[in-house]
Structures are given as structure tokens and as C-alpha cells.
């Protein structure tokens, strides 16, 4: 499944889309994207790990038509994650002018990270199950959103720490390491325990 | 009216220094990442701007005794915290009123001594704060693994596990955690269905399937379990052996218990047939006598079982009871048993596949040697 580099999800990546897609379009893409994804799953013989991908595309494929359908859904969600993206910036502004304000804005920033992932990952993908036009389309039902939550939950976070890979260290210095040193500490730490 | 006497709040504490260096290096040489980050906090004895005080009684934990202050370790932690640029970090982040950042190399060295002396939580944290936790759970395994071509059993189990402890749970809520051992849920799902045929038994598995499901279970994490996958037979069986003993330092406790469980079972199944054989016999001959019958009822209790696995009776206990208290004292034990309709009844009962090697090499059967 397309995701976006920066770890912000981008429903219009999730569609194959670009940013002016009406909506009329997004309703197309999504019918022919679920269309097949129903297709292959009925082909396929469904392991723990299979039923844990298709369930992720479907809810994102979901998701992604609820948010998108609607323009003023769409430019809320829209301007939201440019807003964060630009704090982000902000941010690493700040840190390299070495401002006082930097720790103001990473709380924001974090803060609102949170808030966007839970809102667009886990809620509005959950939301889309109980949406008769997901539904009529995906066979969404109350198993599907049973094991969908933990998978949902797993997703937000994988993302979230996606983005926090490349940010600035904030609750630490950032670290100096060798790994040579640290894979010979390794080997000595086993070996230590004797 | 007299007013109170009031002390001046503008008292002037004076941090002791020397006590907050061999603080500081006492959470470094613990490994204690919840003793560094409080003394980084708002209200440590180590701010100015606090009024707690390192001389309290309380705050005593936080100390290092003088068997410890003699170690030649304590006293290189307690350099590194001394030195030069460390020193002037922790006192600049110590008169700040924002969110403390703390330096790398004390996290680092602290995370380090966290792995060394087996606490995996606090080494989990302190590596995933520095960014380090994945890359440096890999460089474990690669130890490990690289240890078991070269037929070091215990320090490739050792690798293993430790590799299992640095684990993070992402999906952890509020935010994420470090993984930490829960066998008894693990052995819950293990044993969540009920097996309606002696085969679907989890210990009547074929050998070598039933290896890789306990190495899953035992490591907490079917990826780690995987690099084992492509080893013979005999070597996942030789670690598994070794995992067991490792997770379970009492595991020769249960394995006197299994075989008093064993017992039972044997004797249970022996009065079962007597009755079977007495009630064909009864439909062509002279009805049982009485004192036959009586003798029958009177043999142990089978719900007696669990009680003898897990070495203690949970009052009116169910079968899941017993099978969570058993995987949290004697993890491997949940392996070895299996669930049983004894009358309206559900309870574990001991089970093994005949021949397999694996209750052998773990001596859980009389005359075999654990």
C-alpha cells in the first residue's frame, strides 16, 4: 500500500491520487481499488499475517473515501496536516536558531501529531466501518472492526514513530555512537553474564 | 492574635553537589532509568528550586552504599557523571525550568548496565530514548546467532533472551513501553480453544512442531523464534532445553510436581477402566459387590490435578486460573498440560506426546533426569 514518506498519512496517496481530485473521482478510484481488493482476498488463502494487511488496506481504502468524498472533510483534513507539517518546520527552526521557544513547539507539534494520527488512523478509518457506501462496498462488519482496532492501533504508532525517527532529540543529547564499539560491547555483555 | 511565624520562603537551599554526582552515578550503575529521569525532575533534591533534600531519610535509595561506592565500576560511572562536559550539562538542565534533556552518555552508559545485569525494560527504554533500541537489539541477535554456530548454548540462549527483552510494545497505551513477560496471557491463547480431539492437544503436537510453538512462546516473539527455524532438530531442541531452565530457575520444582500430577492421572485412568471392566462384566454375570464400588469412589480426587501442578489450591478455582498462575511461576509448565472435561468439570490435566524428546530432555517423566 502507498504510503507517504513523511509518515503523515495521505489519503490521496492511499487512492493513487493527486491533491486536485474531485470527489466524483475519488468514489471512482476507490469502487476500482476495493473492487479488487475484495477480489483478491476471496483468491488468496487468509493467514493471521494476510488477514492483518488486507484488513489495514481496507480500513485506510475506507478511511480514505469517508475524508475525501466531501469537500469540506477533505480541505479540513487537508490544511490540518499541512498545518502540522509546517509546525514541524517550525520546530527545526527554532532548534537551529536555538530559541528558547523550540520545547513550546515540539509540545505542540507532539501534541497535535498525536491528536491527527488518532483522528485520521484509528477513529475516522473506524468511523468508515459503520458508513453505509464503505460498508455496501467492502463487506465491512462488526468482526472486521473487532480485529481492526489493535491493528489500528499499531499502524498510528508505526507511524508516529516514523516521523519521530527524523525529528530533533529532545529528551536527550544527541547520541554519539560507533557501532563497532557497541557490537563488541554486545559480544562482551554475553559473555560477562557467564 | 499572634500570627504564625513563618520560615521565609526565599531560604536558600544549597544543593550538595557531591551527594547529586554519586546519586546521578548510582542510577547510571543501577541501570535505573526511573532514578536518572526523577533526578532530572521538577522536584528532585537536585534542583536549588526545590525543597526536598538528599539528606532526608527518604531520599536515602537514591545513595549508593559503601560496598557499592568501593566498586571499581561505581567509580567510572562516577567519573563519566564528574567529568567536564557531563557535569556542566546535568547543572545547566538542573537550573532550567523546561523539560530536561539528559545527556547521552549517561543514558547510554546506563542502558549498558541495564543490559549487563538483566534488567531489559530499563535497557529497552534508555536504547529507544537514544534511538538505538532496534539496531542494537539486531547487533544481539547477530551475537547470538553467531554463538550457536560456534556451539555456545548458554550464551546464545542468553543472547536470545536478552534480545526478547529489549522488545518494544508500539501499541502500548498511553504511549508506548518495553515489552514485558506475559506468559500468562500467551498461555491463554495457547489454550483458548478446547481441544475436542486428543491431536489438537497443544502438547500432542508432532516434535517439531510443537519445538517452534514453544520457542514463540517462550521468547515472546515468533520473529526471534524464526531464526531458529532453519537449525536441526537437535539444536532447537538442545535451546529449547536451555530456554526453559533460563526462564524458570524452580523448573526442577515442577518437574516433581508433573510427575506427582502424572501419578494421579495414571491412578485416575487405571479406576476409570476398573469401572468400565466391572460394569461389561456386571451385564452377563452377578452385579459388582458393594465394597468393590466403594473402594472405587474412594481414589484421589482427579481435581486434584491442577492443585499438584501448580503446588497450591485456588479455592474454587477454574482451569484458567490454574493455567495462569502455572505459566507465571513455571512459564514452560503450560506446555505439558492440557484442558479436561472431568465430569461437569473443566481442568488441566498433564499431557505429553509418547516419545517425544522434548519431555525427556526436560526430565519430566519418572527415571529420566531433568
Redesign the interface.
Known amino acids: 500500500m502507498a504510503e507517504t514518506g513523511d509518515g503523515y498519512i495521505n489519503f490521496f496517496e492511499i487512492l493513487g491520487l493527486n491533491e486536485e481530485a474531485r470527489p466524483g473521482e475519488v468514489r471512482k478510484v476507490y469502487r476500482r481499488r476495493m473492487k479488487e481488493l475484495v477480489g483478491e482476498i476471496a483468491r488468496v488463502e487468509i493467514t493471521q499475517q494476510r488477514r492483518a494487511r488486507y484488513l489495514l488496506e481496507m480500513a485506510q481504502l475506507n478511511a480514505a473515501l469517508l475524508v475525501l468524498r466531501e469537500n469540506d472533510t477533505r480541505d479540513a483534513y487537508w490544511s490540518e496536516r499541512q498545518a502540522l507539517i509546517e509546525l514541524e518546520q517550525k520546530w527545526r527552526d527554532a532548534i537551529a536558531a536555538k530559541s528558547d521557544g523550540a520545547d513550546a513547539f515540539r509540545r505542540q507539534f507532539d501534541g497535535r501529531l498525536q491528536a491527527f494520527l488518532s483522528k485520521y488512523c484509528e477513529e475516522w478509518m473506524l468511523a468508515a466501518g459503520q458508513d453505509k457506501e464503505c460498508v455496501e462496498h467492502s463487506n465491512w462488519d462488526a468482526a472486521h472492526t473487532r480485529h481492526a482496532s489493535r491493528i489500528l492501533r499499531f499502524y498510528r504508532n508505526d507511524l508516529y514513530q516514523k516521523i519521530l525517527e527524523r525529528l530533533p532529540y529532545a529528551e536527550v543529547t544527541p547520541p554519539s555512537i560507533d557501532w563497532k564499539e557497541r557490537a563488541r560491547f554486545v559480544r562482551g555483555a554475553l559473555d560477562e553474564r557467564n | 492574635m499572634l500570627g504564625r511565624k513563618r520560615h521565609p520562603a526565599t531560604d536558600a537551599k544549597q544543593v550538595d553537589w557531591e551527594l547529586a554526582a554519586r546519586a546521578f552515578a548510582k542510577a547510571v550503575h543501577d541501570g535505573d532509568i526511573v532514578n536518572l529521569r526523577f533526578l532530572f525532575g521538577p522536584f528532585t533534591p537536585a534542583r536549588a528550586t526545590s525543597s526536598e533534600r538528599f539528606e532526608t531519610e527518604k531520599y536515602a535509595y537514591l545513595l549508593p552504599d559503601e560496598e557499592q561506592e568501593r566498586s571499581r565500576e561505581f567509580q567510572g560511572v562516577l567519573d563519566l557523571v564528574r567529568s567536564r562536559s557531563v557535569w556542566a550539562?546535568i547543572q545547566n538542565e538542573l537550573s532550567m525550568t523546561?523539560?530536561p534533556?539528559?545527556?547521552?552518555?549517561l543514558?547510554?552508559a546506563l542502558g549498558?548496565n541495564a543490559?549487563?545485569q538483566?534488567k531489559y525494560t530499563s535497557a529497552a527504554q534508555a536504547y529507544e530514548?537514544?534511538?538505538?533500541r532496534a539496531?542494537?537489539q539486531e547487533?544481539?541477535l547477530?551475537?547470538?546467532d553467531e554463538?550457536l554456530d560456534k556451539g555456545e548454548l548458554?550464551?546464545a540462549v542468553?543472547?536470545y533472551v536478552?534480545a526478547s527483552g529489549l522488545e518494544y510494545d508500539?501499541?502500548a497505551?498511553p504511549e508506548?513501553l518495553p515489552k514485558t513477560p506475559d506468559y500468562q496471557m500467551r498461555a491463554l491463547v495457547l489454550h483458548g480453544d478446547y481441544p475436542v480431539r486428543p491431536e489438537d492437544g497443544l502438547p500432542l503436537q508432532e516434535t517439531s512442531h510443537f519445538v517452534m510453538t514453544a520457542l514463540g512462546y517462550l521468547l515472546m516473539s515468533s520473529e526471534i523464534a524464526a531464526r531458529l527455524e532453519r537449525r536441526p532438530e537437535d539444536v532447537r531442541l538442545a535451546v529449547l532445553k536451555e530456554l526453559v531452565e533460563s526462564v524458570d530457575p524452580a523448573w526442577r520444582e515442577f518437574v516433581h510436581r508433573y510427575r506427582e500430577a502424572l501419578e494421579l492421572k495414571r491412578e485416575f485412568a487405571e479406576r476409570i477402566q476398573r469401572a468400565i471392566d466391572a460394569r461389561t462384566a456386571a451385564q452377563g454375570a452377578s452385579p459388582r459387590s458393594l465394597a468393590g464400588e466403594i473402594d472405587d469412589t474412594l481414589g484421589a480426587d482427579p481435581g486434584r490435578m491442577p492443585v499438584a501442578l501448580l503446588g497450591r489450591e485456588i479455592e474454587d478455582g477454574e482451569w484458567w486460573q490454574y493455567l495462569k498462575e502455572l505459566a507465571f511461576l513455571h512459564p514452560a509448565g503450560i506446555l505439558f498440560v492440557s484442558r479436561q472435561f472431568v465430569g461437569e468439570k473443566e481442568i488441566i490435566v498433564p499431557l505429553y506426546r509418547e516419545g517425544c524428546p522434548v519431555v525427556h530432555a526436560l526430565g519430566l517423566l519418572p527415571g529420566t533426569a531433568p
Not at chain 2, 530514548?129 to 538505538?132: A, F, P, V
Open positions: 550539562h523546561r523539560p534533556q539528559l545527556p547521552s552518555e543514558v547510554l549498558d543490559l549487563r538483566g530514548m537514544l534511538r538505538i539496531r542494537m547487533l544481539v547477530e551475537a547470538a554463538s548458554t550464551k542468553r543472547g536478552t508500539y501499541a497505551f508506548p
